[in-house]
Every structure is written in C-alpha cells, then in structure tokens.
C-alpha cells in the first residue's frame, strides 16, 4: 500500500493523481475498446477520490486505499454512473401494492399496448368514425361503465387528482362534512383536510374519532352544505368501541337533504375480494350500486394497472366534472391510457383478471405452490456455496399494501436467511446493490425472501444477486 503520512494534509498528499488511475489495466482497457465513455471512466476516477480526501478530512477514514482497491472502487462507480436511476427490483418484502417499489406491475397485454401506442401514432383525440377531432377520456368511459354500472367516469392522472377534482367541482365556496375518524393522512403527506381546503371548500368534521352517528351528519347539514364525503381510512384502523355510518345511509340523508354525496375509495376492487380469499375490501359495483354521486379510487393499486385516478359516478353530476377547465392539467398520456385499457379489458373475464394481473395473482397464489417456490430456491442459494449461510424455507405472512386491505394478514411462505459473517440490516444492503437490486426485510432476526412477492421467474435474479454481492471482495456501502 505504501508509506500513509500521519498528519491529514500528508494523508492528502498520498492520494495518487487521476492520469495515474487512469492507466491501471482494467480502467485502460476499459477506455481503449470504447466500451465505456472516457468522460464516465474520468468522472468516476474523479468522484473516488474525492470521496477519499472528503472521509480524511472528516476524520472517517485513517489512510487512502491502495492502487487496486481504488481501481475496484472506480469500476463499481462506473457501472453507477452508467446505470439509469429509474432501474427494476426484485420486491421479496411480501408487500404487494408496494407504494416505494412501484405499486403494481402490469399484466402483459398492458404492456404489450404500452409497446404498440408508443412505437407509433395512435388516435388518442381523434375520432375515427367523424374524421375530426375527439375527447382522450372516452376511450375508457363506455368499459368503466361497462364493469362498474356507473351512468359516467372520467379518468385523471391519480387518484389524489381525482379527489381534488370532484371537491372543486361539487363543493368549491361551500362546507363539506366528513367524519373526524376519516380525516387521515396517508403516503406522501396527503392530507384529507389539506386537500379540502385547496379545493376550496369548507371542512365540517363531525362525530368523533371512533364514534359517528348518522345524526351527526344530519345535525352538520346546513344551507352552505355543498358534500357529505366519506374517506377510506388507507392503513389506519379503528378497532374495539367504534361505530361509522354505512355508505347506504349517507346516500339517503344526501337524498333527503338534497346535497351531494362522495366516497373516496382509495384503493378500488373491481373484482369480489372474496374470490382471492380475501375480505374488507368493497367491490366498486356495491358502492356504485348505492347511488352515490361520485366515488374515486386509483388504478395502480388493487385494480392492478397504471397509475391512474378513476371517478364514477352519475352522469349530470359527472358532466359538470368533465367540463371542469381543471381537467387539461391533470389528463392521462397516452401510454397509460393504453395501458388502463387493456388491463381493463381482462376483467371482462374474471378468471382471466385473477390469473393474468400480476396483482390479483400474487393475492391469490396458493400457499402450497408459495411453499414449493421457496423451498426451491432455498435449496438453489445452498447450492451457491456461500460461506457462514444458511437457507431455509418457512411460513410468512404478506399484506396488500396500497391502504388495501390493512387488517388482511395473507399467510404464505418465504426463505429465511442468515448468516454468521453478516448482520441481517448488512445482508439487506448488499442485497440493494447488485445489478437487479434485491429488496427484501427483516423478521425474527432472519432474512426474509416473500415467496408472495418474489415473482415466477425472479427466483433465478435473486441468486444472482446473492453470487454477485457475497462473492465480491468489497464491503456493503463501499
């Protein structure tokens, strides 16, 4: 390594110059058969080093690494700087609607459209029968109709879009009442009282946190009542002496009261959640079913498409919302209009919707063939050899995510990791940095690899993965 001056300025001193790393072997080669970029193979050298004098400075580091173990550290830097920072991920965490990791991936025929729109010209405001200019949104309005008995709908670009639109729209300048114990907060700082009142309106809370009454709506509504909204409360739940006014009867008040009423589902299941076993979650055809004005969810989470905020809802009231001029600045591409589509189209066949949206697949998997799966690969990363580690499969428990089906406990099973050289938060690291980073977590002191979530086909990248980060020479965060 060679002579490390005591004093930090002569710690500095024995950094080696960027023309010299330049010339190790590797880094030349690397520059010589153009398979890299010269400015990507300078900037790396250049940001190496400058992490090494800014850790001397700091006091974090005691001497400045040897010629190879810089050059190692330059070829990790490369492939950084050459890697998009958009990239996939394996998601072994057993969360399925993954808000972090992307929510939910899309069925092939989604992405098969995605590919046939985007390659080419398509007619997303034109009309074809009439030959002139025509509306984005009805491409989707007659199938949403068509899968939910709604009278209209309208698709914007998420879900807090389509909140924000309808309370614009039915309640701007007047109050809107809504249950103390719905006034949550969920991912992303979205605040159900903030929202309200960038719409405009008046929030009107009414009851208590675990207690509503339908008389404590009827007793709020006033002249200057412009909406009764009711709120899926996401992951937050209210458990024990607790009493909430059903849907139904908030439509017949709204009814008799002559003021409009809102649900914001959150989350929307277009399928009878009983169907994957599941429970607790309403199916959009039974709160449309109730004659409610207009009710919002998203299209990434649960329905297992794009990112997308759904509004259905009846028809005089939904035209108003669609002429609204707030419209242009939250409308859909048309990549997600053709992948909205297209995963719509699968629920024609419900069979066909359980078994080919990867959402409602993994919901749906067998424990038995969960089982199986992590056996397989538990056996696979044994056979990798990997020094101090052990690989079991055991039963574990997966959720929803996405604000679905937060009492839901999904019994599955995954592949316990340990290891006597590394600590389970290391292991975790590591796991994030290899080529297809691998995101999993951590429960009685082991490893977890969700079965739920670790998708067919992924089993053979998360033993890359593990070859890739156990057998390199370097330490995690280096």
């Known amino acids: 390594m060679g002579r490390q001056p005591g004093s930090g300025q002569g710690r500095l001193r024995a950094i080696p110059p960027v023309c010299e790393l330049l010339d190790r072997p590797a880094l030349r080669r690397m520059q010589e058969d153009s398979t890299v970029p010269r400015w990507t193979v300078r900037k790396a050298v250049q940001g190496v080093l400058e992490r090494q004098r800014r850790e001397i400075l700091s006091g974090t580091r005691e001497q400045v ?17 050459r890697t998009q920072s958009l990239r996939p991920v394996i998601n072994a965490t057993g969360v399925i609607v993954h808000t972090n990791l992307g929510r939910a991936p899309l069925a092939r025929e989604a992405l098969d459209a995605l590919q046939e729109v985007a390659a080419g010209y398509s007619n997303l405001e034109y009309d074809l029968k009439e030959g002139r200019r025509g509306l984005r949104y009805r491409h989707l309005e007659g199938l949403l109709c068509e899968l939910t008995g709604a009278e209209a ?225 538990a056996a696979k990363l044994r056979a990798e050899g990997l020094t101090g580690f052990s690989f079991r499969a055991c039963a574990s428990t997966a959720k929803a995510g996405g604000g679905s089906l937060p009492a839901e406990n999904i019994p599955g099973a995954a592949v316990a990791v340990n290891s006597l050289s590394h600590p389970c938060h290391e292991i975790l690291a590591r796991l994030r940095q290899a080529s297809v980073p691998v995101v999993a977590r951590i429960e009685k002191d082991a490893v977890l690899l969700d079965m739920r979530t670790v998708r067919k086909g992924d089993s053979v990248r998360v033993v890359d993965a593990f070859r890739e980060v156990f057998r390199d020479p370097l330490p995690a965060g280096s």
Not at 67 to 77: D, G, T, V
Not at 227 to 253: C, D, M, P, T, W
């Open 65 to 81: 690494d040897g010629p190879e173990r810089l050059e190692a550290l330059i070829l990790i830097e490369v492939r950084r700087l």
């Open 153 to 377: 709908a309208l698709v914007v670009n998420n879900n807090a879009a389509a909140v924000l639109l309808a309370l614009r729209v039915l309640a701007r300048g007047r109050e809107v009442v809504v249950s103390r114990g719905e006034l949550v907060e969920i991912g992303g700082s979205f605040r159900i009282p903030e929202i309200l009142a960038e719409s405009g309106a008046t929030l009107v809370e009414v009851g208590t946190t675990n207690r509503t009454r339908l008389g404590d709506y009827e007793n709020a509504v006033g002249p200057a009542t412009g909406l009764l909204l009711k709120v899926h409360r996401s992951n937050y739940r209210i458990q024990g002496f607790h009493q909430e006014v059903g849907l139904e009867e908030l439509v017949a008040l709204g009814r008799r009261k002559g003021v409009a009423v809102m649900q914001d589902l959150g989350s929307g299941c277009l399928l009878d959640a009983r169907m994957l076993g599941l429970s607790g979650e309403p199916a959009v055809r039974d709160v449309v079913n109730t004659g409610l004005d207009v009710v919002t969810f998203s299209g990434d989470k649960l329905l297992g498409g794009p990112q997308a905020g759904i509004l259905l809802g009846r028809a005089p009231v939904m035209k108003t919302v669609q002429t609204h001029p707030l419209i242009r600045a939250l409308r859909m591409d048309k990549l997600t209009l053709a992948a909205l589509e297209s995963t719509l189209l699968l629920y024609r066949d419900p069979h066909a919707a359980r078994t080919r949206i990867p959402v409602l697949a993994m919901l749906a998997e067998d424990r038995d063939a969960l089982r199986r799966r992590a056996r397989a690969l």
